[in-house]
């Protein structure tokens, strides 16, 4: 290939990539009426280790590098070495934490339960660092109301015994997979709070939700920590939130992530969001060679710094 050839590809895709990159600018504006933050509103964004190849040390400093507030990450459970390696790391960086919590692949409720308890106790009772939020991945969908409920029982009763908030995430089969199902157990449970990942709802209902505009409202009022990933009718995860075929999945998803952080501004309460497209199988992949289509560090990375600029003023 002759240098004059080699250089106009090399100038032809960096004016693609470019084009493609310009939606961070205009979905950074934004476009509902701004709202003057209330005194003690505080905007903190999460990295995930989901797909990360590197140690704990090597996460949170390439966290840090890219401007992260902190990390979510699962509890090490009963391992000391990983907890250590974790919270040194953690602390040397000057990171925040928040943990997600499940109950295993315990598949009956009661056994299920048991271990969600044990490890949620473990969390809070943690002597290293007092974690700003646990997630939840709370029972499962084909558990009854009334198997489900102690999930939400336990987590209400020990954020007021320890004031760590515990939030339950709307996920594929887990007790909140569905809007209906969600509806139920908030109208049921007042004190029932939210880690909205919407993108899964999306993917269950097969649709971009405009036709639950009511009781996704409603449930809108219950979120308080975001999971930033984009889904679409047919999945949980769109292969490049910058590609321009994506533009109506990502406003619709804006538009809900709007009204929760123009909630926290008018409250004057913190705001955290967590940037997690995840790798391989939840990232698109070439067939035969599962190579990945898209760079999931990267996309995570410009989530942060699209939703930073929409909603730091």
């Not at 919590?101 to 002597?127: M, Q, S, T, V, Y």
């Not at 804006?254 to 955290?272: F, H, I, P, S």
Request: glycine share 6%; net charge positive.
């Amino acid at each position: 290939m002759s240098p004059t050839r080699r250089n106009f590809i090399k100038k032809t895709a960096g004016l693609t990539t470019a084009a493609l990159l310009r939606p961070l600018e205009e979905f950074a504006k934004g476009t509902t009426p701004k709202v003057t933050a209330r005194k003690g509103f505080e905007l903190l964004f999460m990295q995930t280790d989901w797909g990360f190849a590197g140690n704990r040390e090597a996460f949170c400093a390439a966290a840090k590098k890219e401007g992260y507030d902190g990390i979510e990450v699962w509890w090490p459970g009963d391992q000391p070495e990983s907890q250590k390696e974790l919270f040194e790391a953690v602390k040397k960086h000057g990171l925040q934490i928040g943990f997600l919590c499940a109950g295993g692949n315990h598949p009956l409720a009661a056994e299920h339960l048991e271990r969600f308890k044990k490890n949620l106790d473990a969390i809070c009772a943690n002597p290293h660092q007092k974690p700003l939020y646990v997630n939840c991945h709370s029972g499962k969908d084909y558990f009854t109301y009334e198997q489900n409920k102690p999930f939400i029982d336990y987590t209400t009763a020990k954020t007021k015994a320890t004031g760590i908030p515990v939030y339950h995430e709307t996920h594929r089969g887990r007790m909140l997979f569905a809007t209906t199902v969600a509806r139920n157990f908030a109208e049921k449970s007042p004190e029932l709070r939210l880690t909205l990942d919407i993108s899964h709802w999306c993917n269950v209902h097969e649709s971009l939700l405009a036709d639950q505009q009511e009781t996704i409202d409603f449930l809108l009022g219950r979120v308080a920590h975001i999971h930033s990933r984009i889904g679409h009718p047919e999945g949980p995860q769109v292969n490049d939130p910058r590609a321009p075929e994506w533009e109506n999945a990502v406003k619709a998803h804006l538009a809900w992530w709007d009204k929760v952080v123009e909630r926290k501004k008018r409250n004057g309460e913190r705001m955290t969001i967590l940037t997690e497209f995840g790798p391989a199988d939840y990232m698109p992949t070439l067939p035969y060679t599962r190579q990945p289509v898209a760079d999931q560090w990267a996309i995570n990375v410009y989530m942060m710094n699209l939703l930073r600029k929409r909603y730091q003023s």
